[in-house]
């Protein structure tokens, strides 16, 4: 059974036919499915992996990124929000991000990434990229219903990476 959170966002992104999806997202730091690094926990360096994003639709005009925990205890947690990101954005380097993109408040209560920091067993962390087909004018701290609802009728194509985390690192 997927988390409520999932069947919302599941809607927001299949509003095309069939769901198609050109976009990517990929990861130098770990494969779709496979162990997030050991620095991207929230206990360790607390660093978001490199996020490549390719085949963006050429009428994006801006991008926003969702990273989530739906494993968590109380409900899909949400890590990281990111919005604002120039479509021609091809690559998010540990730490940095450009000037023009704006993040969002997290469920750690902060205005940043956190990463990775399950209670006990394997979590699944999800990097959902968007692509949107205008900036969205949220300010920065917003939370992720707050962003989702900007981002509504705004999706042009979208991609998800998932990497996986284990409370005993």
């Known amino acids: 059974m997927f988390p409520r959170r999932l069947i919302g966002l599941s809607v927001l992104l299949c509003f095309t036919p069939f769901c198609t999806s050109a976009m990517k997202i990929l990861s130098p730091s770990f494969s779709n499915g496979q162990p997030l690094p050991r620095e991207c926990g929230y206990r360790y360096a607390n660093r978001n992996p490199e996020i490549l994003f390719s085949e ?6 801006s991008l926003a990124l969702i990273m989530d925990d739906p494993d968590a205890p109380a409900g899909t947690f949400v890590h990281w929000l990111v919005w604002n990101l120039p479509p021609a954005t091809a690559r998010l380097l540990p730490g940095k991000l450009s ?11 902060q205005v940043r990434y956190d990463g990775p920091a399950p209670p006990s067993g394997v979590h699944h962390y999800f990097f959902r990229v968007f692509a949107l087909d205008a900036p969205l ?11 989702e609802r900007a981002m ?3 999706v042009l194509d979208h991609a998800t990476l998932m990497g996986v985390f284990s409370a005993h690192r």
């Open 56 to 61: 963006v639709p050429a009428n994006a005009r």
């Open 152 to 154: 509504e009728g705004h």
């Open 137 to 147: 004018s949220l300010p920065t701290g917003a939370d992720r219903r707050e962003l």
């Open 99 to 109: 000037a023009e993109a704006c993040e969002g408040r997290n469920h750690f209560g």
